[in-house]
């Protein structure tokens, strides 16, 4: 059974910084596409960040240049380094990562729980 499992989030005063981990655990063979998403209440997910397992990150237009997506596949692990936070980031912040869990296995997406995210003005 595979968990993704986010850490990190709070309450921050706008122009501050966090950061955000997530620990994929479990039956896992390999970890391809690791994701970022987040909600605002009333608003649709949006996709924050992206980094594949080799090759661009990708970044979403209202973060670029303030968040930095990284990973450290030993510990199957994606970092969120988020700074310059204003008001406008507040939500929950989601990891989504695309993993075989065994070899024989095709890819599946599999989402963590969340964690709040909110920045006071």
């Known amino acids: 059974q595979v968990q993704l499992v986010e850490f990190g989030g709070g309450l921050v005063q706008a122009g501050g910084s966090l950061r955000l981990s997530c620990t994929a655990s479990g039956s896992i063979f390999s970890i391809n596409a690791m994701r970022w998403y987040r909600q605002a209440p009333g608003n649709q997910r949006e996709l924050v960040a992206s980094?594949?397992?080799?090759?661009?990150?990708n970044y979403g237009t209202s973060v670029k240049g303030r968040f930095t997506i990284s990973r450290d596949n030993a510990k199957n692990t994606v970092y969120l380094q988020m700074d310059s936070l204003k008001p406008e980031d507040t939500a929950v912040y989601y990891c989504?990562?695309?993993?075989?869990?065994?070899?024989?296995?095709?890819?599946?997406?599999?989402w963590g729980q969340g964690t709040q995210v909110t920045v006071s003005s």
């Open positions: 989504n990562a695309d993993l075989r869990p065994t070899a024989t296995m095709q890819l599946e997406s599999f």
């Open positions: 980094i594949p397992s080799g090759g661009t990150k």
